[in-house]
């Protein structure tokens, strides 16, 4: 090919010379556009902004005029709010002046829901709302702007902000049943919902461990159920369970919930009780053994999971129970909705209960399934004769959906995307996207949680409308909700721990419009709330900006390793395990590893590390990046994508949420492994996951088989024993064979064992990093 003449050096300089004015006007155009608009710290994102370069200036000579039709409790948590985080202490102001903050409606102007206009102007600021609801948001916003400070002013950026919410369902979950808090916590965390324009608090007041609101109609709620023995110490996986040995339990009164429910109407956020039923009933049932299939006795839960014991579909007093609650329950709650739980219930004692199969015979239904929609039903029924309608999570689907029901998509988006095909309101909410008792680190060290993983940037990036509804379908979605469950939150910090930043991603995503999201964004603005939410007596996590990492073949299929940090400063790494300092090597382009490797590393500003160490160990062998082919596909929980991660190098956690281990629900594994040639095998390995408590159980027989061809195998090694509860890595030395193809046959369980945890149902076989030497 001829090569084309190089250009000459004037020239050259020339085009230098054109690039370096271009890349100055860029900056400079840049940096004048940044002036311009600077990013407001304001979560979550507004519908529109604008800002000019005046400032208002805040003092306490500042007034405040609430105009008409608007309470004067508006102002008030405004003016709480500034003296919190200022020496500010604002007046009302009898009419609007220059120097004063002007609240007033018009819903003319602002014509959306909920919606506002603010102004900043030099001399005065004008909130104007649709509605009380608008003007309160506003205020939010408004608060949001007033960075704490101990100065005797606060300078306010000039701006006009146009606002709306994109959904009118904006929620959070709590769970009281596992661990409860106090009156003074959930107001606080009221507080922080409103000022981030969460409207909902999904109240889960009732389950196996605990019931937690007073009935004064069935006093031994308050007297049994609301109390277990003791409580599981460490992971539901952990064996043998241990547990602290200390009665726990209590309840909220009836007079506690009427405060709740007034301090959060006035923050404009509805409370939604939850009652569960027909399953995680077992701390009822220990009150009124008469309302199970069995008669008991039964026992509120110490620990942790799904119980066979419900309450009994076909006992009439089982209904004459719940709606004496929820007659009382009504009562305390005005808003239209009540959710009954309805997820979770196992069959098992329905099966065998003659009252629940004579049920099934005198209403004409076909199976257990059908009888729990008649058990939904009738309670649906019942509420709607109170005014009230039903909501549950997305069982309530199954054996047909009770009329004017509203779905909470929780086991996935499925159960959402059927309920909107049928014209039902939906509430999404799948735990896999938006649960915040997940991890929320890969940090083995990291507090200890439910399992999975949902980092702030997963939440971030969730869109709850799928993309396969219509149009039509779309608009029974009313919003998002984020999930708070408590087994391994027993107090307000580790809760806090939990809850903070990721909800502010929810209330984003939750609020904005879909096209201005922005990541980085967010991320810059999240860091400006450390500051706000502390002021608030609230202490975020700090684990969005720790080392992240992601893996993928390289060099004949080596792993390259990527090293991601959002944080400021520099990472600096070590590859033989030492804890590195601000003088190890930098971090600046991904790592191929070619042997094995304990990769530690961290953030450095300066000297100073700023973050928890990074680490992980990536073991090289023969098998390392060959080619793997699977027999059976691996289920959607446990399917990291590509057979890679079988020989990636990378061994899976015993945390099981870092998207290594291969998950076979009531199938086996047989895996063929590629060496390319023959060669000299005498060492065989691979990892094995025991967790019967989570429905995982080692393989029945796990068989190693090799081949020159890859017709013909030969049986190498055999084991059938797997003692550890956890992580039992299989490391076998064979005599030394000369092979291209190994073959790896493990046998799931299958059914799992009656009297064990998940019995009758399919076992889950999870098998990890091929190993060959």
Request: charge should be positive; glycine fraction near 8%.
């Amino acid at each position: 090919m001829q090569r084309k003449p190089l250009l000459g050096a004037r020239r050259w300089a020339s085009l230098f010379h054109l690039a370096f004015c271009c890349l100055a006007l860029v900056r400079v155009s840049g940096a004048q556009q940044a002036t311009a608009k600077p990013v407001l710290p304001l979560i979550p994102q507004p519908v529109q902004v604008s800002t000019n370069q005046q400032t208002f200036t805040l003092t306490s000579q500042t007034g405040l005029f609430v105009g008409k039709d608007i309470a004067p409790s508006k102002a008030t948590s405004f003016q709480e709010y500034v003296r919190k985080v200022s020496s500010i202490n604002l007046k009302l102001a009898k009419q609007a002046v220059d120097n004063t903050i002007s609240l007033q409606l018009d819903s003319l102007t602002v014509t959306q829901k909920e919606g506002y206009k603010l102004v900043v102007g030099a001399k005065r600021i004008t909130l104007t709302g649709h509605d009380e609801a608008g003007v309160f948001y506003g205020l939010q916003t408004l608060s949001q702007l007033v960075k704490p400070s101990s100065a005797a002013s606060v300078q306010l950026p000039g701006c006009t902000i146009t606002d709306y919410p994109r959904f009118a369902y904006r929620g959070m979950h709590l769970d009281v049943s596992r661990h409860m808090f106090p009156v003074s916590t959930l107001k606080k965390w009221l507080d922080v919902l409103a000022f981030y324009k969460i409207n909902t608090f999904h109240w889960h007041l009732t389950d196996d461990q605990g019931w937690r609101i007073e009935i004064k109609k069935y006093p031994r709620l308050q007297s049994v159920a609301a109390y277990r023995n003791e409580t599981l110490i460490g992971h539901k996986r952990e064996l043998p369970h241990r547990f602290d040995g200390k009665r726990y339990g209590g309840y909220y009164t009836q007079e506690e919930v009427k405060d709740i429910v007034r301090y959060a109407a006035e923050r404009h956020i509805t409370v939604i009780p939850e009652i569960e039923m027909p399953g995680h009933a077992s701390a009822a049932l220990t009150a009124y053994p008469e309302l199970g299939c069995t008669g008991g006795p039964y026992h509120t839960a110490t620990f942790w999971g799904v119980f066979d014991d419900v309450y009994c579909a076909g006992n009439d007093a089982t209904f004459t129970f719940l709606t004496g609650v929820l007659d009382e329950v009504v009562a305390l709650f005005p808003n239209s909705y009540i959710h009954i739980g309805g997820d979770e219930c196992p069959k098992t004692r329905w099966q065998a209960c003659p009252k629940c199969q004579k049920r099934i015979k005198d209403e004409h239904l076909r199976d257990e399934r059908e009888l729990q929609s008649y058990f939904i039903r009738r309670i649906s029924q019942y509420l709607a004769s109170k005014n009230r309608q039903l909501m549950g999570w997305d069982e309530i689907l199954e054996g047909g959906l009770a009329a004017g029901a509203t779905v909470m998509s929780w086991t996935g988006e499925q159960g959402g995307i059927e309920a909107a095909k049928l014209g039902h309101h939906v509430v999404m909410t799948p735990e896999k996207q938006v649960y915040l008792d997940y991890y929320q680190s890969l940090y083995p060290a990291d507090s200890l949680a439910a399992g999975g993983y949902t980092p702030l940037s997963k939440i971030y990036r969730y869109e709850p409308v799928p993309a396969v509804l219509t149009a039509a379908q779309a608009r029974y979605v009313l919003g998002v909700q984020a999930n708070v469950w408590t087994e391994y939150m027993p107090n307000a910090s580790k809760a806090e721990y939990m809850m903070f930043p990721r909800l502010l991603a929810l209330a984003e995503i939750a609020w904005s419009p879909k096209a201005t999201r922005d990541y980085n964004s967010f991320l810059s603005r999240t860091r400006a709330h450390d500051q706000r939410l502390q002021a608030m007596h609230v202490a975020p996590a700090r684990s969005y900006d720790w080392i992240t990492d992601s893996t993928w073949a390289g060099q004949n299929g080596l792993p390259m390793l990527r090293l991601n940090s959002t944080a400021k400063g520099e990472i600096r790494f070590t590859t033989d395990g030492s804890e590195p300092t601000s003088q190890s090597q930098r971090y600046q382009a991904p790592l191929l590893i070619e042997k094995s490797s304990l990769v530690k590393a961290a953030v450095f500003e300066g000297k100073t590390r700023v973050q928890p160490v990074y680490s992980k160990q990536l073991t090289i062998s023969k098998a390392t990046g060959k080619p793997v082919m699977l027999a059976n596909r691996p289920a959607s929980n446990y399917n990291p994508g590509t057979t890679w991660a079988l020989v990636n190098g990378v061994a899976g956690s015993n945390r099981y949420n870092d998207g290594q281990w291969f998950g076979f629900s009531g199938t086996d594994l047989v895996a063929t492994l590629d060496l390319g040639s023959s060669q000299q095998i005498s060492n065989l390995g691979a990892n094995v996951l025991n967790y019967h408590w989570q429905k995982m159980w080692a393989p029945t027989e796990l068989v190693f088989s090799v081949s020159t061809d890859g017709v013909s195998y030969q049986d190498v090694y055999r084991q059938t024993q797997f003692p550890v509860n956890g992580i039992n890595p299989v490391r076998a030395t064979i005599a030394p064979v000369s092979a291209r193809y190994v073959k790896i046959r493990a046998v799931n369980q299958g059914t799992i064992p009656a009297g064990e945890y998940g019995a009758g149902g399919k076992a889950w076989l999870l098998v990890d990093e091929l190993l060959v030497n």
